[in-house]
Every structure is written in structure tokens, then in C-alpha cells.
């Protein structure tokens, strides 16, 4: 089984979860790519995609990469976050995410909180409907910290042996 890591990060946090996720594969045949080298997925068997939540989605470079994957392979989506974990902001991005995958198999998601840049957390401040998003986003300053890594690493493995299941 050959599996993919691909992921798209700016900040570092996706980037931090995708080594973390390509650790916990163990010994497969295994890469690590960001997306914006546009990877080749099909010869790979399963692929994680990886991206940061932008406005309650997926980037559009990641949307693109997603639409090119060829149908029917197994998918497993990764996400960084400034909300809570398992917040609707996130999971509104995953669905958006796997509304992409026709005639693909998605195997299962997993997001974790990452740090939002400060200028981006001052600037939404400002704003009356994103104040209450940005103090939740403050708290996410240590993340993805050690436990979310042991988390994505756990979690990495269990859609491995899922797909092997399959």
C-alpha cells in the first residue's frame, strides 16, 4: 500500500500535523508533499490532504488538488483551526471538503487547533461578527502542541488499518 501526505500550510500548523500524520504511518511506502509542489496521486493508494480552514472552507489550491485526485481512491482530510475543536467553523470545512470527492472513498477527518497569526486576530477583532471567533482563536496560541501531534499520529494509523480493511 503506498500512501500520500499532502498538505497545504502557511503558517507552519498544517505542516506540523502532516509530519506528525507521516510519522504515524509507520512503514509503509510513504511520501510527504505540500500541495503547492502539485504532487501526482495516482499512484498512490490512499492520500491524506491536508489544509488550514479559510473562512469556513478549503483553500482554493487545496479545492483544485482535491478535484484532481482520480476517482476511486481513499481520501483522508486534515485540518488546522483556530476554533475549538470539533467547532462548526471546522466541520463546515469538511463537509465542504468531502462534497468534493465524488466517486472517491473518504476514509475519515481530523482537526486540530493551530495558531492564527496576531495581525490576523487584531484585524477580526474589529469587526462585531468575528470578535467572538477571534478571542476563541487567541486561545489556540500553543497550538498544535505535543498532544494534538500524538493525536494526528494515532489517528494517521487507524485510517491506514481502516483502508487496509476495506
Given at each position: 500500500?503506498?500512501?500520500?501526505?499532502?498538505?497545504?500550510?502557511?503558517?507552519?500548523?498544517?505542516?506540523?500535523?502532516?509530519?506528525?500524520?507521516?510519522?504515524?504511518?509507520?512503514?509503509?511506502?510513504?511520501?510527504?508533499?505540500?500541495?503547492?509542489?502539485?504532487?501526482?496521486?495516482?499512484?498512490?493508494?490512499?492520500?491524506?490532504?491536508?489544509?488550514?480552514?479559510?473562512?469556513?472552507s478549503v483553500p482554493a489550491v487545496v479545492e483544485t488538488f482535491i478535484k484532481r485526485i482520480p476517482e476511486g481512491k481513499k481520501i483522508a482530510f486534515f485540518?488546522?483551526?483556530?476554533?475549538?475543536?470539533?467547532?462548526?467553523?471546522?466541520?463546515?470545512?469538511?463537509?465542504?471538503?468531502?462534497?468534493?470527492t465524488a466517486k472517491k472513498q473518504v476514509l475519515g477527518t481530523f482537526g486540530c487547533r493551530g495558531k492564527v497569526k496576531p495581525k490576523m486576530i487584531e484585524?477580526?477583532?474589529?469587526?462585531?461578527?468575528?470578535?467572538?471567533?477571534?478571542?476563541?482563536?487567541?486561545?489556540?496560541?500553543?497550538?498544535?502542541?505535543?498532544?494534538?501531534?500524538?493525536?494526528?499520529?494515532?489517528?494517521?494509523?487507524?485510517?491506514?488499518?481502516?483502508?487496509?480493511?476495506?
Amino acid at each position: 500500500m503506498k500512501v500520500l501526505v499532502a498538505y497545504y500550510s502557511q503558517s507552519g500548523n498544517t505542516e506540523k500535523v502532516a509530519k506528525a500524520i507521516y510519522d504515524g504511518l509507520g512503514f509503509v511506502e510513504k511520501d510527504l508533499a505540500s500541495i503547492k509542489d502539485k504532487p501526482r496521486s495516482r499512484k498512490y493508494d490512499i492520500i491524506f490532504v491536508g489544509f488550514p480552514v479559510h473562512n469556513h472552507s478549503v483553500p482554493a489550491v487545496v479545492e483544485t488538488f482535491i478535484k484532481r485526485i482520480p476517482e476511486g481512491k481513499k481520501i483522508a482530510f486534515f485540518a488546522t483551526h483556530g476554533s475549538l475543536r470539533g467547532g462548526e467553523l471546522a466541520i463546515t470545512a469538511f463537509y465542504y471538503a468531502v462534497s468534493l470527492t465524488a466517486k472517491k472513498q473518504v476514509l475519515g477527518t481530523f482537526g486540530c487547533r493551530g495558531k492564527v497569526k496576531p495581525k490576523m486576530i487584531e484585524t477580526l477583532m474589529k469587526n462585531p461578527q468575528d470578535k467572538f471567533w477571534a478571542l476563541e482563536a487567541q486561545s489556540a496560541s500553543l497550538n498544535p502542541d505535543e498532544g494534538d501531534l500524538e493525536d494526528a499520529r494515532k489517528w494517521a494509523w487507524w485510517m491506514l488499518m481502516k483502508a487496509r480493511a476495506l
